[in-house]
């Protein structure tokens, strides 16, 4: 199967999608939690809404707990496809371990011995400046490594990305595991050297911005963390770190960089896949806290990612390209898998791409991805809980499976093709589960009904400086 290129990096790919659309084995037994109804807003979870997100969350961590490698932690980009593992989606692996113990999926033991062999694995792993037989350098990890030996998959970047988002998820660990015995004052211990560890100011080929990533080939890949996306959470790392801290510069600079503009009546800093609004607020609450941009609009970026979530929904809902479907409770488009790069009765179809819709540009093939709705639980229940309720009765099993929602779908695309897999009378279904669109899922609805990652995060030290340097403040 071809190789999947992650959400960020498939860059060249998503330019041709611009230009062409702009304008146009599951464990059993596991204890049921007792969740109390919770407001989040103007919003109170109903019994029913409970037991929904009970199913969702404790199918989703199936993905992390049943496919990841137990002996060095490495979570598979995707499944049942075999696969490399991609470090991102260890980072939100990491977490939903401690959702499954809270939960009682897990025993707290069984999780602590997940952690350690992940930790382990990653502070042992080989790093150098040599383009093979390495894991990572200076700290960062290669984008993809392989799910046996650990080592850099194939050609792939070392990335600033999928690193953050793997020590979001350490930096997690660590502050979960606070008891004094001698495991989980390790998990600490581990989780303060991989963190540490990481160079930032190495990274800045062009300050004050971090570049995208590294190539032992070539160097420095030639974009920065410029514009508003997922980078959040890097900045706030690279912000918070001890020993090779970028400088507060590079926050306004950051900021300066950002789209603000009315998509569908919403007013926010855009960009079109709802990921990149989505994967920083797994880990950090921004309600109620500005930085100096956010100040000037008056509103915090939780109120500007719902604005997306509902920008998102109302995009669909209108249907300007008359996709299969689309509707007011099916909807959705993040960078996810699609059927394939062809062009079908005049209609231009994708694979993997970073689909999303915004007032600079549209990237859309019909194709929807439960992740969408459901990485946004925490910011929209109102509109995300009925959109994953509809598309798990409307498509059943086809969408639907073990370990929670498929990637992805695309009603439209109906052409039965050998290199299209999924393809039906009904249109396309994924048959994979990724793991960095599970990952939101299962952690946002965690911190819809809980709090508990956000709270657990507001805990951490580290995080806490970075958001201090950035210059955040409760709101006033």
Request: with cysteine.
């Amino acid at each position: 199967m071809k190789q999947q290129i992650s959400f960020i990096h498939k860059l060249p790919a998503l330019v041709t999608g611009i230009l062409l659309l702009t304008l146009t084995s599951a464990t059993t037994g596991w204890a049921q939690p007792k969740s109390q109804p919770q407001t989040i807003g103007r919003y109170t979870l109903t019994p029913a809404d409970n037991v929904f997100l009970d199913s969702l969350q404790r199918d989703t961590f199936r993905f992390f707990w049943d496919t990841t490698n137990p002996k060095n932690g490495l979570v598979p980009d995707r499944a049942p496809t075999p696969s490399f593992s991609s470090v991102a989606a260890v980072g939100f692996g990491l977490t939903s371990y401690l959702i499954g113990v809270e939960r009682g999926y897990i025993t707290r033991r069984q999780a602590v011995e997940r952690v350690l062999a992940t930790l382990r694995f990653f502070r042992n792993a080989p790093q150098g400046a040599a383009p093979i037989n390495v894991a990572g350098y200076k700290g960062f990890y290669y984008h993809f490594l392989d799910m046996q030996s650990g080592l850099r998959f194939k050609t792939v970047e070392l990335s600033t990305i999928d690193t953050a988002l793997l020590l979001a998820g350490v930096l997690s660990c660590q502050t979960y595991f606070d008891r004094k015995n001698a495991a989980e004052t390790e998990i600490r211990k581990l989780a303060d050297e991989l963190y540490k560890a990481a160079d930032w100011t190495w990274f800045q080929a062009r300050q004050p911005f971090v570049s995208m990533g590294w190539h032992p080939e070539s160097g420095f890949i030639k974009s920065d963390w410029k514009g508003y996306d997922e980078a959040m959470i890097l900045y706030v790392l690279a912000l918070g770190s001890p020993t090779h801290p970028v400088g507060p510069e590079v926050w306004p600079a950051w900021t300066g960089s950002y789209e603000w503009m009315n998509f569908y009546n919403q007013e926010h800093v855009n960009f079109e896949p709802l990921f990149g609004h989505q994967y920083s607020h797994c880990w950090i609450d921004f309600r109620g806290i500005q930085d100096a941009y956010m100040r000037q609009k008056g509103m915090d970026y939780f109120e500007n990612s719902r604005r997306a979530t509902y920008a998102n929904r109302a995009y669909c809902a209108a249907n300007p390209n008359k996709w299969q479907d689309y509707s007011e409770t099916v909807w959705g488009l993040t960078a996810c898998d699609g059927p394939r790069d062809t062009l079908a009765n005049g209609r231009q179809f994708f694979s993997y791409r970073a689909r999303g819709a915004s007032a600079q540009r549209i990237v859309d093939d019909g194709t929807i991805a439960p992740t969408a709705a459901g990485g946004s639980l925490a910011f929209a229940p109102e509109i995300c809980l009925p959109a994953l309720k509809t598309m798990k009765a409307k498509y059943g099993s086809q969408l639907y499976g073990p370990q929670g929602f498929r990637d992805s779908f695309n009603p439209t695309y109906r052409y039965w093709s050998p290199f299209a897999y999924g393809s039906t009378d009904n249109g396309w279904f994924d048959r994979d589960y990724l793991g960095i669109d599970q990952g939101p899922i299962i952690i946002m609805a965690e911190n819809l009904r809980t709090n508990f990652v956000w709270n657990l995060m507001k805990k951490n030290p580290y995080i806490q400086r970075g958001l201090s340097r950035a210059g955040f403040t409760p709101v006033k």
